[in-house]
């Protein structure tokens, strides 16, 4: 969805920029370093807005994520944050400490920002992304991780559990052509 569409759709100014953080204001989401991060920021920036979004129905996440400009994850401890792949899902830009697989995830992607957690790290890279204006590459980076994509994972393994030997290789060829770069 465009964001001047989805801001309409939400009541959100279309002449501001926005820094949106999704999710349950416990203790290891770092809610603190979001609000930290947000006031050194909003000295120099002040055309910008903090969005924190949580136990909101799917749809209005999906309408914050794209009427976004940059999507802040300063999670202490993670696995595979979800969250974060849906941000790139919808191309939104986004700034992430170092937890789970975010390195993994965001290597060479255009848009995506690994940071320390500290407030004067966080609002750099949060600047950075401003300063380019453009969305994120996200969405290619986790188009394997569809659900289309994952049942022909599922799929493929199943025929390699129960093929024949020979036909093994052929399959296994096929589950690593499916796996992201």
């Not at 920036?45 to 996440?61: E, G, K, Y």
């Not at 969250?83 to 255009?110: H, I, N, Q, S, Y």
Request: contains cysteine; glycine residues 6%.
């Amino acid at each position: 969805m465009p964001p001047a569409a989805a801001r309409a759709r939400l009541g959100w100014p279309v002449h501001r920029r926005v820094v949106l953080w999704v999710g349950e204001p416990r203790r290891e989401k770092r809610l603190d370093l979001v609000e930290a991060t947000f006031a050194r920021l909003r000295g120099r920036h002040p055309d910008l807005d903090l969005r924190l979004v949580s136990r909101a129905p799917r749809q209005h996440v999906m309408w914050a994520m794209n009427a976004s400009d940059v999507f802040l994850f300063p999670s202490d401890v993670e696995g595979s944050p979800v969250v974060v792949k849906e941000a790139m899902a919808c191309k939104l830009p986004v700034v992430a400490t170092e937890v789970g697989d975010l390195p993994e995830l965001f290597r060479g992607v255009r848009g995506c920002r690994l940071s320390g957690a500290a407030p004067d790290q966080l609002a750099a890279r949060v600047e950075a992304l401003l300063a380019d204006g453009s969305r994120s590459a996200g969405r290619e980076a986790v188009r394997h991780l569809s659900t289309a994509a994952e049942a022909r994972r599922i799929i493929a393994l199943y025929e390699e559990v129960l093929a024949p030997r020979p036909r093994r290789a052929r399959v296994a060829a096929i589950m690593r052509s499916n796996r992201a770069p």
